[in-house]
């Protein structure tokens, strides 16, 4: 009956029966949220093995930890029912059916599982549950229950619990294991974050405070139940960090009670008194009801997708998955606050600790610049949040400016451990992973050439552009006898090298960010002297400085290119061992040559991810398709993909240059990375990154969208079988609604009336005017296949 | 109320108020037991860190584990009261007033509580608990509720809780370790052993069984309850793994509720059928009332303590610790179950995992061979129970015979880890100390001495003699060149130093075995001859193989003595580095001088415990005076007691050779280890191996009791604060009742009329007859006070 709620099926991820092996799978897929908050999509009763977890965005604490944890906040799903005092449960009871289905369109979790207990009694429970997209402050769940074929008593409780406990991995060394130990990594310890500070029932409402132990921030829970029938009884149960209300009822066989459980949530991030908007806000949504909130909730979705749906006709599996990557994309991110930004498993899961790396900037900050830029403009406002930490980070080094942590979270301090947490391996990326500062800059100043946002400039993005380049200048060492500015002993995008010297990818953003920087610099000195001067007053920057940044920009070392045009991509990398890559598994990908670990590449020429190859999509006006090609074809026949980012990347390169078999295989990879948990590690959270990275490689792909000379340029390719595919863009605040079928593709702008856009179609300059669509005719088979290389 | 059911004050042990800091301490002190089961001093109701266990002895399992547990099975405790909705517990209450007391006369752990919620509604919670010494598969509890200022309703919750994990310690790094890393041992994992098989509720009575998961044993709980007061409601509440009973009452203000609970506790290791077993005990002992169970538990303690107490007039707090060690002892040995020994914590806590060390032969055997005799021969018949585990044992190591296992668990395998749980360092003494297999000799040879229990030796004594004997003849190996026996490569009760060749402690007593068993072959082959055919034929034992014992006994390699007569511990000992010991602690323990530590011993004359005064101790008669003298000078001041066996022995061989001030802080010091918490690791488990030696110190240390040419021999010594001592013996099935003044001495026989003994009171004999006292008159000053040495 609740399934009314869901979408169409287009739209649902399904589960058809319960297994225990898979059900840490699902909670983190079946994850619902709003960017302020994430719930994993645990069931509401709870059972053994579970991984629960509700999120709150920019709420970590370190007590306990030995690293800072996004903490695993009080659980507001609790709803445990006992039917003739058995409680139903998949440990408890046998499950006669179960399915769950996620509505991606209006992020929905419904569910239908039937149990059965020892004594023969059957009781169906339905539900379905949302964190609401109009009031972020708000949960729901609508349950239903049926007494199918017993009259016993059924008692609901509905919780608050603030007894959780964050995850610690524990390296378990079995007996005799030899030096140096091989680690089993099958416990888990728990580490606690939470302290209770108040608890209070009153009205039919209970509240459960909690406070975060180091960082000291409150947080507030209010939860109140409506239910169809009254209740035989009606009572409050408190125990230390926890509250319930716990409702009797006798129903008859055959009949259905239905609960609606709202929560409202509230922290001393937001506001002062977290009790007061809790029960403010519990008390609005409770007299509105359950659909009146939904509907609210619903309206919002829909503007969302409005901007960001794709279509993949043919390939209904595509779009779902194209879909489902939008989905998690949207649920991690809040464009009403500026303090935070997207974790590596967004709000889904606790793997990665919360910490926010140059994946959101590089892998998923494009989806959001081009479909959601008010959510842009919030992530890009964190690193301006966390500027003071990236400021502080740099003076540690001895350098004037900003140098953005590799792992941060809530104040921009490195928060990247330095040992592994076996204590046996030293981990280098904090230290020279510096390529991050250089990522931030190149977010910002897509996010300005796209949006043309000259507030979000002057008042954030270039006291970030003008402070990290004051670190480059600061940090770039200069070598005498070669007359060049030098990065040495860094880490690049492919983690298998660490302490090497001049590695390109950092090299050339680090000189491109520069020369961009100047640029803009120069762009204020025209177009708002005033704001410039604002802003240098308030850092100290002189004319002289920038001058330096011009100076220094083209001095910058490049390493060598060979024979062919490939790009060294870092000082002798050329002379490591050469190791071929052999063996590939059943996703296509390549595994570890025999004997070969990611700790023993170090001397070999394996990558781990694209390096030369990310840097030539991210500057595609830089490289000769020439270069590109044999850059390709040299470093993919060396890489690993041992991180979710990879496969992307070399989908849209690959289409780039004629590798299209691969090309797709690529993109499969990268958009079912959490649907076929292709990684085997999606129980720990959703691959953020490789959300981000299947809609660039869709659009920038299949697409073929870039920017080219400040103006969108496509150059599109579709596999042989997709008939057509959709997508919309974001462009100086407007739509460009773009579809591509093998012979022809369509462009239409949305604006103003009289708004008009040059953009270009495989090199052709194609001349838009707001509603009036323009169809292009193409020949893609003029895009031949080339040979793939290596299979 | 419920004080009335415990002893006068000084046979309680008491605590004042609750601590948290402390309740894992208390849990381990307050254990109640019957030697079939032990359950740690919990609150009934629960708290956040609580260390709670009931231990079933013999229940093993290693599934999940690393090495192989005793079982953390289900808690038959859990009582939680609520009172309108508010659980009554030290996290959600405050405590108003808290005090417990274990009456360790009968084993009964009394408490009464007063919490109050935030609503300033007061209850009050007395409860006893006890588990019955008459029979073993009883618990029982009763607890009474008083309302103290309100008539909110109260809700009580029974239950048996199926869902247990035992702790697993893991080694946590923290960030930035520098490699070796340092270890942090701050989490806790868990380990699961347990699945759940049946859940019932019939007749107001509840079961649960559950298995162990790799061991295959069924355990099975059954519970019932009743009440001074009808109840409004009764129900139960099953899930998954638990099951529980729900009262409702709803009381006026300043009235008492009593609840009742009694559980019985079955396993396949006893009966065929858990469920038939529990609810038939069940039904008894609800029938017979708590009252009548309590009374017959009293009965069967009263019994226990006939022969075992000991009293120290002039010092209560002493009388108090002697008997608090002798109640540890009690509770965890059951003289019916010859399947089972006492690990090294007995059934108090997880520490050392109910393992069973040489702890058990050497430091508690004595308490229970001459107090309570059944039970030793129970605790001996466990090593026949392991025999053949021994013997594979020893055919790995290609040797004939049996060896035991270091350490021992439910089939005699050895259970020893090789590595320590964080990987790092080798544990040698799995494969490396070898007198275990002695020590269980010593213990067997020792029980017959003391019991003359022929049917013992001929049924299970002789065959672990002769099985062992024949295990020494085949891994000595013969040095040609020195014309010696050796046993090389072994590790001494000194652990600092593996690896050694020709441990004295080792090789005296296997000579001493050899020579001992020779003679009971002799003694069997003219007294019993048809017994050793059958014993000979089983085990394919020839006379010539005894004369081989015969002939290599003599032959096994000694150390040097030096020209003080002091005996080296080991070929090469003399010349290890000498570190002087400068520090002691409050208790007057040496530290570790500065730098050293347990793994950096190994070169130094630094002795963990006794060895050569170990020896000397267990073989009186093969030593002179002066010999004893100088080894203890000596070792002594090299010695850092860092296992709790050590002080007992340095008591009893400092009363020995005058050196009374550390005797007695020896004493103090091993009679108060758990008491005073002084190791800081009681909240693990009691030491029972210290409880053991305290007995020794007391009896063999003041007492001055050996026994020399096969008779029971006094030299007695009393601290000029004490006024007398009195303690019991059982001597061949006959109890020798002692007391000790300074000025004399008071022995009595009990036995059957005209039953006679001699014993001997420094070195005069004393002819005894049943039931006629007789007093020696003593001089303890002309045992003169020795200059101490080293402080």
Redesign the interface.
Known sequence: MLHSYLSTDDWLITESRFSRARANYYETVFTIGNGRLGTRGSLEEGH?GELSGTFLAGVYDSHDS??IDLVNAPDWLGLVI?VG???L?V??CTVVTHTRALDIRHGILGRTTTFR??QGRETTLESVRFASMADRRLCALRAEITAVNHDA?IVVESSIEG?RRNL?R????????K?P?E?KWE?????NHLTETS?AAADNSIHLGMQTISSGIDIGYSAAVTTSVTPQSR???????RIAE?LTFTPSAGSTIRVDKFVTIATSRDDASVYDTCQEALAQHRTAGFDSSLVDSHAAWDRKWEDCDTEILGDPAATQAMRFNAYQLLIAVNEEDPTVSIGAKSLSGEGYRGHIFWDTEILMLPFFIYTQPDAAKALLRYRYHTLDGARILASKGGFRGARYAWESADSGREEC???T????ERLWMGDEELHITADVAYGVLTYVAATGDADFLAEFGAEILFETSRYWADCLTWDRSKGVYELNSVIGPDEFHSHVDNNAFTNVLVRWQLEQVVRIYRELQTQDPATLAAIAEKITLTAREVERWEEIAPQIATTRTNESGVIEQFDGYFDRTHVPITVWDDNNMPRYPEGYHHFNCEDTDLLKQPDVVMLMYLLPDQFTQEAKRANFDYYEARTLHKSSLSPAIHAIMGIEVGDHTRAVQYFTRSAFVDLADNQGNTHEGIHAASAGGTWQAFVAGFGGFRVRNGQPAFSPWLPPEWDEIRFRLRWRGNRLSVSVRHSDMTLQLDGDTGTTETVSVNNTPIHLTAGTPQTVELDLSGRPERAPVGS
């Open positions: 053994q030995p690293v006992t005092g058995v409680r449960d440990d408890t207990d020892t008593e007894r610690e524990k390296p378990a060394y079995p007996p005799g294991t030096f130990p680690i416990k888990w310890a728990k580490t608890r009572s409050v149960r408190e125990q230390h960090a716990v451990p330095q040992w947490a076996d204590g046996l």
